[in-house]
């Protein structure tokens, strides 16, 4: 890997890894300090590098880097309590000697009490999935932006308030006691699965797929079942759905960075390894009586994996969303279960249930109509692509769009 390529490719690393040390070295109070000093650490990188050639061991050079930072700053003492001091120094025989544990176990927990310290329900949802990236995805302040449609300076705003909120609630960077710590995990689970979600369909960067946000969210997972305690049936569901979508990613889009749907998907590019480890971990999931809407969600996606278009397949798909309508209502939901059911009753029937939603304002409402009126009214069908175009936000599904109205001309032939 080229030197202009390492430093960047570290930081999404190793940011995240010594910010979080430190965070929990340190304390809430103290987590801009924290940031401050890994994004110190990667700026003289930046300054040492060039000129003197990358160390042996970058990841090392960084850690140590950190460490004599985080020395200084405790010299200094000025942003710290003398509480956090004296504990600090305590644990050393000379203040130079201070150690910053970056074995990989602590950074691990560190992460993991991290995440479960941003996912507090004093903060909103956004501002948890902001913090998440930031600190432990490693994320700029631009990307974090663009990831919610903004500029930099709301999401600086944003982040400040949600840390001084943090701090004003006293939260402690440590896993919840056990009997707080399934409430918890519902709202970090949450903040995972939004975060793949964005990623897996992203209008904030007119992308089809962000494949980067995809995988930190699955990394976040996987790290939450390699821990006993937070290893339940609810995320290693999260983990097989997560697994499903992901292995279709190769497949989702064209050669231009257009969607590609799902029924002309390339099934040769849909990975194989993935679909067994979302087998796995889905199989894993079911060593419960409590069934969560991962459960259920992860269920449809696996479906989705299966190479054929089966009666069978559509049946248990249609099951499936009916199951989730029960479980958890939402809009979308509803509206993926009437692309399943115009595959098992026919599009008349679904065409019906469809227009029951009234979803006026989502492009994917007159889209999916669009594609259960071709062949029963073009017409129609093209007024619905037309509307699906208005309200389309990204370039790439405008295209989509777009080859659907052309298609129906060129069937009607010139007017």
Known sequence: MQQLDLIPHLFRTEFRKITAVLCKQFGM????????????TFLAAFETWPYKGIPANPAAWLYAVAKNKARNQLARAGHFSNKIVKELIATTEKEDELEIDLSDQNISDSQLQMLFAICH????VEAQIGLSLRLLCGFGIDEIASAFLTNKETINKRLSRAKEKLRGEKVVIEFPGETEIIKRLDAVLTTLYLLFSEGYYSESQDSVLRKDLCLEAMRLTYMLIENE????????????????????????????GEIVLYDDQDVSLWNDELIARGVYFLNKASHTT?????????GIAYWHTIK??????WEHILQLHNQLLVTEYSPVAALN??????????????????????????HFYFTLLGELYKGIDDGKAKEHFVKAYSLAKTNTDKNTIQRNIDSLMLLRGPS
């Open 337 to 362: 279960r009437t692309y399943a059911l115009s595959k098992v009753h026919g599009k008349k029937m679904a065409i019906v249930e469809a227009e029951k939603l009234n979803l006026y304002g989502n």
């Open 308 to 313: 054929n278009d089966s009666q069978e397949k």
């Open 290 to 298: 409590a069934v969560s809407k991962y459960h259920i969600e992860a």
């Open 229 to 256: 305690t937070t290893n339940q049936p609810s995320v290693n569901a999260l983990l097989a759905l997560m697994c499903f979508h992901a292995s279709r990613f190769e497949a989702r889009k064209n050669s231009q």
């Open 29 to 40: 109070e103290h987590i801009q300090v924290a940031e401050d000093i890994a994004g110190d």
């Open 121 to 124: 329900p004093s903060i909103s």
